[in-house]
């Protein structure tokens, strides 16, 4: 692996135009998204850092509509197919469940919520006026990523407490991912959380 966890995904619940950040243990940006107002289908951007100087990765929707779009990840490095995810459409109703495809479309991992009941509760906790703000330190949703083949679990994103911005800890419970895998799935994480924080 690439990167030294756990790592911190992290985004401005307030913000006119969203802001997200991945950074290391030592608190080094990893990838900074600035995501665009007023588009009809996705194309974001993702940067190295938030001086938005090298953008390292270009996520595309394939359809308008986001609620059955698959989200295609690209290298601007080396123009290189990461692979994409995918929302679940009737499961994810009631849980945040997502396919994440390699380059030729086949799946290869999935991901859930551990416990949605959780997610509900942070929900409702959150749509009540002033303490929604304090939500993040009541409830924690956690997000499993699963191997296909095995079933296992191989990374674990889970909400952290924070006042006024989203904050989750990111964590490998496979230490040997590839480096392709690594990248695969943690650019799924964040489109998933750019996703979820729309729907609310």
């Known amino acids: ?19 997200f950040f991945l950074r290391d243990a030592q608190g080094r940006e990893l990838m900074y ?12 951007s993702v940067f190295s850092d938030s001086s938005k100087q090298q953008q390292i990765y270009t996520i595309r929707a394939d359809r308008i509509i986001d609620f ?25 109703l009631w849980s945040a469940t997502y396919d994440i495809f390699d380059p ?28 929604g703000f304090f939500s993040g330190y009541v409830f924690h949703p956690s997000y499993l990523i699963n191997d296909v ?7 674990r994103l889970t909400k952290q407490p924070a006042l006024f911005e989203g904050r989750f800890r990111c964590e490998a419970v496979n230490p040997h991912l590839s480096d ?15 996703l979820e924080r729309r729907r609310g």
């Open 1 to 19: 692996m690439r990167y030294q966890y756990p790592l911190e995904m992290s985004f401005k619940i307030v913000a006119l135009t969203p802001q």
């Open 33 to 44: 998204v600035r995501q665009k107002m007023f588009k009809l289908r996705e194309d974001i």
């Open 68 to 92: 059955s779009a698959r989200y295609s990840f690209t290298s601007n490095v080396n123009q290189q197919n990461y692979g994409s995810v995918k929302r679940r459409g009737v499961a994810s």
């Open 104 to 131: 030729n479309g086949q799946p290869r991992y999935f991901m859930k919520e551990a416990d949605p009941w959780v997610k509900v509760a942070d929900g409702c906790f959150t749509s009540i006026p002033f303490l």
């Open 149 to 155: 083949a095995t079933g296992q679990p191989v990374m």
């Open 180 to 194: 392709y895998d690594e990248v695969l799935m943690l650019l799924s994480y964040m489109m998933m959380l750019l």
